[in-house]
């Protein structure tokens, strides 16, 4: 009995992993992404949403020369994991600012909803957790959430595996344009005040309302976590939230809270720790109010941003950001490389196969790179000026003459424009792809057993342009419906 139990834990175990990791060779998150995939020295933000919304880091990373990533997302995701997926990713020289929300400093639970979402949109927390980390999440998530995500077809979801790859590859491209736009994970938001009607102190002291102001043993725990860091040559310091409403802090709470800021304070420096700031100097009236209390709007971002420059560069902790940093910065990833990893799960390509390009889900066989939109429920358009699509093909096309029939439409079927088609970096033909087409390829250029076939199209518009949708402002050219590859004599 106790081996059949382990047997079955073990294979429980096995499955949940398979589930949060499967398929994922880049991080869906941006923020994530910027974690993993920017260079030491930066000031790396962490909490929750009040740091999405109210924190311009581009403000702050032009004024203190160091690169600056904002990872802050929801309040109620357990610290531990935070400060776990920082000390993995985060190195030497690295400034971590946390201007954690109330709550974290009082309250213990890891919330249903953050369980429910490890599976996929918040795996990369999973995947940064030392095993027995690991274990105790996979014991907490309920059976009943793991067995929906087996039988609900998205375990191993055909489907889901044949876009994924270009999916991901899409997103690479976004992510790299959204860095050279100087886009650090802060919220795109507009200065229109949602006003809340909550009161103020019932939101953001959820559990000090019915508990008391009290620094938790679990927050404890997880400043030994961020001594961890320090020893890693992690530097660490606190601020407190930015908050609006003009009742925060207000109220029959207003003495208690007073004394739970100098607990916060006292507990911290004894700890060797930081914080600098008062909680007024982000505290902010109704007017400011972005949906809810820890959420403002971009102008009152930039104004607690400024105070916050202000107080950096007035404390001690100033000394830390004196450093030779080099901008403008770069990603630390190797394009090449993640391309090898997605080629390797491609499906070779078989003399005769008919690659279908017009669905939703692509073929496992063929990879689109760069230059093209996503699906958008009936066509999958070209992207701009020039298309990229890989092919692997079977060891018996390799090293022969291929004929590849494409069946593709333009946008419009007046247009009779041609399109340059190169293949592996030689020029074959140029061609009106309105229709079914006959390309050459030459043997030399298979015997790598990859085609690299490059689109370049001239006249490129929009429905806009062509006045059929005001709207609708995508530039492209073509849809293909299928490819084809043939051997054939030269």
């Not at 923020?31 to 009040?50: A, C, D, Q, V």
Request: proline share 3%.
């Amino acid at each position: 009995m106790g081996l059949t139990f382990i047997v079955i834990l073990l294979v429980y175990i096995v499955n949940f992993n398979f589930l949060v990791n499967k398929d994922i060779k880049i991080s869906h998150s941006y923020k994530h992404f910027l974690l993993e995939y920017t260079n030491s020295p930066r000031l790396i933000i962490e909490s929750g949403s009040n740091s999405f919304y109210g924190i311009n880091s581009t403000m702050l990373e032009k004024e203190l020369g160091l690169l600056t990533i904002n990872l802050a997302d929801n309040g109620g995701y357990p610290l531990s994991h935070k400060l776990l997926r920082i000390e993995k990713y985060a190195g030497k020289g690295d400034i971590v600012l946390l201007p954690l929300e109330w709550q974290h400093y009082s309250y213990g639970d890891i919330p249903s909803n953050y369980l429910d979402s490890l599976f996929e949109p918040l795996n990369y927390y999973y995947n940064s957790l030392p095993w027995i980390e690991k274990i105790k999440i996979i014991v907490n998530v309920p059976f009943l959430n793991w067995l929906k995500m087996y039988t609900d077809g998205k375990a191993f979801s055909s489907k889901t595996f044949t876009a994924q790859s270009q999916i991901e590859y899409k997103m690479l491209m976004t992510y790299e344009q959204r860095f050279k736009n100087l886009e650090r994970g802060d919220a795109v938001s507009i200065d229109t005040t949602i006003f809340n009607r909550n009161r103020c102190n019932n939101f953001i002291f959820p559990y000090q309302d019915e508990d008391g102001f009290y620094i938790s043993n679990k927050f404890k725990k997880n400043v030994k976590l961020i001594h961890k860091l320090q020893k890693k040559g992690i530097k660490v310091f606190f601020t407190w939230p930015s908050v609006a409403g003009n009742n925060c802090y207000e109220g029959k709470e207003k003495e208690a809270f007073k004394k739970f800021v100098e607990k916060i304070k006292t507990y911290l420096v004894k700890n060797k720790l930081t914080i600098i700031s008062e909680p007024e100097l982000s505290k902010f009236g109704d007017q400011y109010i972005y949906s809810i209390n820890y959420h403002i709007i971009p102008k009152a971002r930039d104004i607690r941003t400024k105070n916050l420059i202000q107080e950096i560069k007035q404390s001690k902790i100033f000394k830390w950001f004196n450093i030779s940093s080099n901008p403008p910065y770069k990603l630390n990833i190797n394009s090449s490389t993640l391309k090898e990893n997605i080629l390797e799960s491609l499906t070779k390509v078989r003399n005769g196969e008919v690659l279908k390009l017009g669905n939703e889900f692509l073929n496992k066989n063929v990879f689109l790179m760069k230059g093209w939109f996503f699906h958008d429920g009936k066509r999958l358009w070209s992207q701009g000026n020039s298309s990229f699509i890989l092919i692997n093909l079977d060891e018996t096309l390799v090293g022969k003459a291929l004929s590849m029939k494409m069946e593709s439409y333009h946008y419009k079927k007046v247009d009779q424009s041609k399109t340059t088609i190169i293949i592996n970096g030689k020029t074959i033909t140029k061609a009106i792809l309105n229709g079914k087409n006959n390309i050459l390829i030459p043997k030399e250029l298979t015997k790598s057993g990859v085609l690299k076939i490059e689109l370049h199209y001239s006249d490129v518009k929009s429905p806009s342009d062509y006045g059929d949708d005001k709207n609708d402002h995508r530039k492209f050219k073509l849809w293909i419906v299928s490819l084809m590859f043939l051997t054939t004599k030269e």
